[in-house]
């Protein structure tokens, strides 16, 4: 049986066949039928805007793909970085590749004191941590000269590094300041959910990030990247 579908419209009898590929047809092929048809189809719900080769998602099924790789098999073998490097790049990092990619994350991780004493400092005190989190996200572009720069290469991976390193950080500071507390500078020590959480809950100078919960911050990373 031929993988197509016909559509005929019912005013003229006019009739248009179009191939089906992936469970998906082109909605183009109403144009050919009449010029001025269009399909109206609220919050795309029968609506492939962009096909990725980065996820696979079928939430009536329970399937959640990065890669090809189902995400249960990455939860509970790998870390966020390596499914971070697995998204960006296409394929799990060697040990030598993710060494330099942990290396990297690692020593992007501080923010500019600017944005913390002159940008994040001026917000209201009760302002909303995700309103604070987009404008901070927003206002790194003003402190790398080079973040215009987009389509070179060089500087594009650069900008990926940046967010992926310091995105905890600015979390983290925005969740302080709605509670009133100090700022807590990345720990290079720790790991990526381990940091995350110190910079987060850190009271005083004997807290221990607990091993058990930094794994599950690993894997909720994993889950929503």
């Known amino acids: 049986m031929a993988d197509t579908i016909t559509i005929i419209d019912d ?7 179009v191939p089906i590929t992936d469970g998906v047809f082109s909605s183009s092929a109403l144009r ?7 399909m109206y189809d609220p919050a795309y719900l029968s609506t492939a805007s962009c096909a ?18 189902p995400i249960e098999q990455l939860a509970e073998n790998s870390t966020f970085l390596e499914v971070a490097y697995l998204l960006i790049n ?12 942990q290396l990297n994350v690692t020593h992007h991780t501080m923010i500019h004191e600017n944005m ?8 209201h005190y009760d302002a909303h941590p995700m309103g604070m989190f987009i404008s901070a996200i927003a206002a790194l572009g003003t402190f790398y000269d080079d973040a215009k720069d987009i389509f070179e290469k060089e500087s594009f991976d650069k900008q990926i590094l940046r ?34 959480l110190n910079m ?6 004997d807290y221990k990030v607990d091993p058990v919960l930094a794994r599950a911050m690993d894997v909720l990373f994993i889950l929503h990247a």
């Open 11 to 17: 005013r003229t009898g006019k009739k248009v066949t």
């Open 32 to 38: 050919d039928l009449d010029p001025n048809l269009f």
């Open 52 to 69: 990725s080769s980065i996820t696979y998602l079928d939430g009536e099924a329970g399937i959640l793909r990065y890669r090809g790789y």
């Open 90 to 101: 296409g394929q799990l990092p060697t040990t030598k590749e993710l060494s330099t990619w």
């Open 116 to 123: 913390r004493k002159r940008f994040v400092d001026g917000f």
């Open 163 to 196: 967010l992926v390193a310091k995105v905890p950080t600015i979390a983290a500071m925005c969740y302080r300041f709605s509670q009133g507390l100090p700022f807590v500078s990345p720990n290079n020590s720790l790991s990526y959910g381990e940091n995350f």
């Open 200 to 205: 987060m809950f850190r009271i005083g100078d």
